[in-house]
């Protein structure tokens, strides 16, 4: 075994194969994977090795386009065969409501462009003899699906790998990682010692244990699952006789299967709902090459479906039983990247679909090590998506549930209830009371909307049973005075000698003096968006920055590695330690008066200004900024002066009528104003100027801020897209998010967010488009549940435009 190299690749499962082929496709030969038995010995040698392309986030889905593309060639290059079966699929709907899913889901591929088309149940039957079309509303067929050989595939990547120059050694299991100081990791294996630069986890079924290497604990848990494979079917080789093709593949959702042909039978496994966690606690390491015991009795239900809507099955003889255990995150999506507060110690674990998804994991890896950037909005994918809440017990509830709903529909007003309530804050009870709805965003229970009494949330695709609150909630934020919980938001506190300077360089836009906030973009090498915050300078040597909530941990591992080594700068994320409060709209000043003796007119404390002060008995840092658009404050205080400060807002704002707001209401309420938010507009796709934050982004001042040459190059090129407001001709239901917008019969652009605007009472759709036709007027089209409704261009902001109320 070599004794130094730059890059262990701890796990030889297609995932660790991967992203060693990638190392040393892009340039970096002297590679290692370490593999503790043979290769493809934890989950990927008994997977059914099927893959497609279809993902509801269009940013996923490149990845798997990118992953079955990549078949061909490491097939081609490494010249082992792979077993490839590119049969095409079908994904079938029993219900209306499945059926409309399919159509958005389908919907989000066509600016990507998808190939996926809808077809009937008969057209369905016709491609796929075995289905029972009674049985069926309708599908999706995709082109582009199949399944592979397993063991081929993974060693198709190695001998990839190994002819570009990487090492593989088998039989060499990692028992311990310690990193020294200067940054370099010694890999302690049971036949010696490697020292590297980086490590990469792909460890798969140990995944867990080998982050508890380095005291991590990674939310990924591994799953039964089973397969049945049937003896040979005389309705399977009279098809492939008369057609001389396979049967195609087949995810049918409400029966929660799918199936596939297998030599001359067919192989059906299920998403069961009584799911069984495997080694919930910790994998044995003695475990191998073996199966699980098989219980069909639990799976029965499943089975049953399945047999009714595919017949021809109750006649065959099962031949064989898999049970196999393959590894989840909480939300079903691989975790990949750097971990937060470690040097070059990768993630590259948790990957549920192996042979969709591996390529895909491994380019944006090997991207990320080698150029210090994925390449690719790969935030769904990343290992920074979840903070320390992510508990092993955490990760035990949300895998269970995502399993078992992994066929389920997920309605766009859909909270899932796993894990809840995890964190709360100190008004929670009183929130509740009031008839909240919650939704949990990054472990917080969030306030959604106000349900009157005997109202409840309606899970459906188009407006349901909160649309009249949530019109209320808007419309008293504009008449008069609205309240609501902002504790979700990140907050940082940045603080000592060196911050002012710091920040400077990492954030793009020009620092407020004491006393003020300022909209700061952040942007990454490229001069791609990758956080928009508000940042208050309270006293030149700490400022508090606000960001998305769901992102703190991302932000955190930018920040932190972008820190001085001088000690002149330090950087807390505060979590809840500091929770907020907003009020908003045209009484919200008078409700401020009354709780100070300052002065709290417009000259005294103009728009974005902030100050330390008290508010009634309570110590605060009271902002003069709103996302609602409107005259408003965000409040900040400690959390134990939390409920103070919310019965007195709301005692002293009853003479103007203050009632609470949810989310969704600050929804309507910002899309009235074209206000954009991270993960939607703002993602490190876009450029400043392609998203409008040009003007806070500050070219002219003296720090060189990272990002700086590419936002110069972007505004010389003016960039590709724009970043538009529609307003839709919408029916029942308003857009969610990745619908494609057409301009002139042809998909040009997508929808980032959206939604209705109560108040102005039209449907709103924000989107990118290309810069040439971002000015027309008219001729737009935006699909909603696949119909094409007219749109046009609100070039506008459809409240206030010249933002008289929240400057006032
Ligand atoms: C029954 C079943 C059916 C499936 N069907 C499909 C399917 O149709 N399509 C699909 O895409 N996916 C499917 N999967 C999932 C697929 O198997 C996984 O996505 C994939 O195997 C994940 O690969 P991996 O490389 O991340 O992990 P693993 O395959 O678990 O590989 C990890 C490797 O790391 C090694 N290792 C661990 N710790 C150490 C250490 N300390 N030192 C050295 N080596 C170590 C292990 O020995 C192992 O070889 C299925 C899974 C099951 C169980």
Redesign the pocket.
């Known amino acids: 075994m070599k004794s130094h190299t730059r890059v262990v690749v701890?796990?030889?499962?297609?995932?660790?194969c991967s992203v060693l082929y990638h190392l040393t496709k892009f340039g970096w030969t002297d590679v290692v994977l370490?593999?503790?038995?043979e290769?493809?010995?934890?989950?990927?040698w008994?997977?059914?090795?099927?893959?497609h392309t279809i993902n509801g986030d269009p940013n996923v889905a490149k990845l798997q386009k990118y992953t079955v593309e990549l078949y061909k060639e490491i097939e081609e290059y490494s010249g082992q065969d792979i077993g490839l079966h590119m049969t095409s699929g079908l994904m079938l709907a029993a219900t209306k409501e499945r059926f409309d899913w399919m159509k958005s889901l389908l919907a989000k591929g066509k600016y990507a462009g998808g190939e996926a088309t809808l077809i009937s149940a008969q057209e369905a039957y016709e491609m796929m003899p075995l289905l029972d079309p009674k049985q069926f509303v309708g599908a999706v067929f995709d082109p582009h699906e199949g399944?592979l050989d397993?063991y081929g595939t993974t060693h198709a990547y190695a001998k990839s790998a190994k002819k570009n120059g990487a090492e593989i050694y088998l039989h060499?299991?990692?028992?311990d990682l310690v990193q020294l100081e200067d940054g370099t990791w010694r890999v302690i294996?049971d036949k010696g010692e490697i020292r590297c630069e980086h490590v990469v986890n792909?460890?798969?079924?140990?995944a867990r244990?080998?982050g508890r290497m380095v005291g991590l604990e990674l939310p990924v848990l591994a799953m039964e699952?089973?397969?049945l494979i049937t003896e040979d079917m005389p309705e399977v080789i009279d098809f492939n006789k008369t057609t001389g093709k396979e049967l195609m593949h087949c995810v049918d959702f409400d029966g929660e299967i799918y199936i596939r042909q297998e030599r001359n039978g067919m192989l059906m496994?299920t998403y069961e709902k009584d799911c069984r966690p495997w080694s919930p606690i910790e994998t044995p390491w003695t475990f191998g090459h073996e199966l699980l015991a098989e219980d069909l009795e639990r799976i029965t239900n499943e089975l049953e479906i399945g047999f009714r809507h595919f017949p021809a099955f109750n006649n065959a003889g099962i031949r064989r039983i898999?049970?196999?255990?393959?590894?989840f995150s909480p939300d079903g999506n691989p975790l990949v990247g750097p971990v937060r507060g470690m040097t070059n110690y990768w993630s590259?674990?948790a990957?549920?679909?192996?042979?969709?998804?591996?390529g895909g994991v491994g380019l944006a890896l090997a991207n990320w090590i080698i150029e210090g950037d994925p390449g690719f909005d790969v935030f769904a994918m990343d290992v920074c998506r979840y903070g320390d809440y992510a508990t092993l017990a955490y990760t035990n509830a949300k895998v269970r549930e995502n399993y078992s709903r992994r066929f389920s529909i997920r309605y766009p007003n859909e909270e899932l209830p796993g894990a809840r309530p995890l964190l709360t804050t100190p008004i929670y009870d009183k929130l509740k009371s009031a008839g909240a709805v919650f939704g949990a965003s990054y472990g917080l229970e969030t306030p959604l909307w106000f349900a009157p009494e005997g109202v409840e949330d309606a899970f459906s695709w188009r407006r349901s049973t909160d649309f009249e609150a949530v019109g209320r909630e808007a419309k008293v934020v504009r008449e008069s005075v609205g309240l609501m919980e902002t504790s979700g938001f990140a907050k940082y506190m940045v603080s000592g000698e060196g911050s002012r300077a710091w920040l400077d360089h990492m954030l793009a836009c020009k620092l407020p003096e004491v006393g003020r906030m300022a909209l700061a973009p952040m942007l990454n090498d490229a001069g791609k968006l990758i956080g928009d915050f508000t940042i208050a300078n309270l006293d030149d040597e700490d400022f508090l920055i606000i960001g998305s909530g769901i992102a703190e941990d991302y932000h955190m591992r930018w920040f932190e590695q972008h820190l001085p080594d001088d000690g002149s700068v330090d950087i807390e994320a505060l979590n809840l330690n500091l929770v907020g409060l907003s009020i908003a709209g045209p009484k919200s000043r008078d409700v401020i008066a009354k709780l100070t003796h300052l002065d709290v007119s417009d000259a005294a404390l103009p728009f974005m200004a902030i100050r330390e002060m008290d508010l009634g008995m309570a110590p605060v840092i009271l902002g003069r900024v709103s996302y609602t658009g409107d005259l408003g404050y965000e409040i900040w205080m400690r959390p134990e002066y939390q409920r103070y400060v919310f019965d007195t807002l709301m005692e002293a704002g009853a003479e103007f009528g203050i009632s609470l707001f949810g989310l969704r209401a600050l929804n309507a309420l910002r899309l009235e104003k074209s206000f954009g938010s991270w993960s939607r507009e703002y993602r490190p796709l876009y450029g400043p100027l392609e998203a409008g934050l040009s003007r806070f982004v500050a070219l002219k001042k003296e720090a060189s801020f990272i990002g700086k040459q590419a936002a110069l190059e972007e505004k010389l090129s003016g960039g590709t897209l724009r970043l538009r407001t529609f307003i839709v001709e919408a029916k029942d239901a308003d857009v969610i998010g990745d619908e494609p917008i057409s301009y002139k019969g042809e998909v040009r652009g997508w929808v980032t967010s959206g939604g209705f605007a109560h108040p102005s009472g039209v449907s709103v759709a924000i989107g990118y488009v290309p810069k040439e036709i971002a000015d027309e007027m008219d001729g737009w089209g935006v699909e909603i549940l696949g119909e094409i409704l007219p749109a046009r261009l609100q070039p506008l902001s459809l409240f206030d435009a010249n933002g008289s109320r929240m400057r006032s």
């Open positions: 701890i796990g030889g499962g297609v995932v660790g370490l593999e503790r038995s290769l493809t010995s934890g989950s990927t008994h997977a059914a090795g099927g893959m399944h397993p060499t299991k990692v028992e294996t792909a460890a798969g079924l140990w244990e080998v699952h089973m397969y496994g898999i049970n196999g255990p393959f590894t590259a674990c990957v549920m679909a192996g042979f969709s998804q591996g």
